[in-house]
């Protein structure tokens, strides 16, 4: 079984600040995680993703996770948020053997404030 | 735009109907999964069919099926439809059932809401 725990629900940053969306991780095999945002309205779109090869990730608009097997995490970051990236923010795992589905966490919506 | 389609965007139905959603995958994509998001329940996975065949089953009520056709177009049947069935429902698809970490790419969902 795997599942997945995003601290906090929303989170609140200034424009310029840095960005740090939580997530870890519970699963019986090596995990594969990803992140995904979610603008209003519209369907998920992949930021990163993480298939054990190297534990730093890079992803699109300037936001990269490090995955901690010891500490069973893969926070999001991001240096200096932009008003574009107000949105909701979701973690996910799904099984490197076995079933490919994702195991979604409860998301984080992210305000930006100018 | 992802390339997954979904038909239609918004549907308004009453308790006790049935209805079906479309999903068309990203052109070679054999994969189709679909999830349903709800306030409650958060996003969950239904099930998933690999060319033609389920593959994977999840949270899926037995109200609810689906299929996967021969040009690789999914459908979801809802019946008996309860006020709790009001969800968005994304389809996603990727390449394969796969042995790596295939990205799944989203559709824009179909809004239902039962009245």
């Known amino acids: 079984a795997q599942s997945v725990t995003q601290l906090g629900s929303h989170v609140s940053v200034s424009e310029g600040a840095l960005v740090l969306l939580r997530c870890n991780y519970s699963?019986?095999?090596?995990?594969?995680l990803f992140w995904y945002v979610q603008y209003p309205n519209q369907g998920l779109q992949l930021l990163l993703k993480?298939?054990?090869?190297?534990?730093l990730v890079k992803g699109i608009n300037g936001f990269e996770a490090e995955f901690k097997k010891s500490e069973t995490s893969f926070h999001l970051t991001k240096p200096s948020a932009h008003m574009s990236d107000a949105a909701e923010y979701f973690c996910a795992v799904s099984e490197s053997t076995g079933r490919r589905a994702l195991t979604f966490g409860s998301g984080t919506r992210l305000q930006v404030q100018p | 735009d992802s390339g997954v389609t979904q038909t239609p965007k918004h549907l308004i139905t009453a308790t006790g109907q049935r209805v079906t959603l479309r999903c068309s995958p990203r052109?070679?994509?054999?994969?189709v999964y679909w999830y349903q998001q709800s306030l409650d329940q958060g996003l969950q996975f239904l099930i998933q069919?690999?060319?033609?065949?389920?593959?994977a089953k999840g949270n899926i009520l037995e109200r609810f099926s689906a299929q996967q056709f021969p040009d690789l177009h999914s459908e979801l049947n809802l019946s008996s439809l309860e006020l709790g069935d009001s969800a968005l429902y994304f389809c996603?698809?990727?390449?394969?059932?796969?042995?790596?970490?295939?990205?799944?790419?989203f559709g824009p969902g179909t809004r239902l809401t039962v009245l």
């Open positions: 993480y298939t054990s090869a190297a534990t």
């Open positions: 069919y690999y060319n033609g065949e389920e593959r």
């Open positions: 699963s019986s095999v090596p995990p594969y």
């Open positions: 996603a698809s990727s390449v394969a059932a796969g042995q790596s970490a295939d990205t799944q790419y």
């Open positions: 052109s070679g994509d054999l994969s």
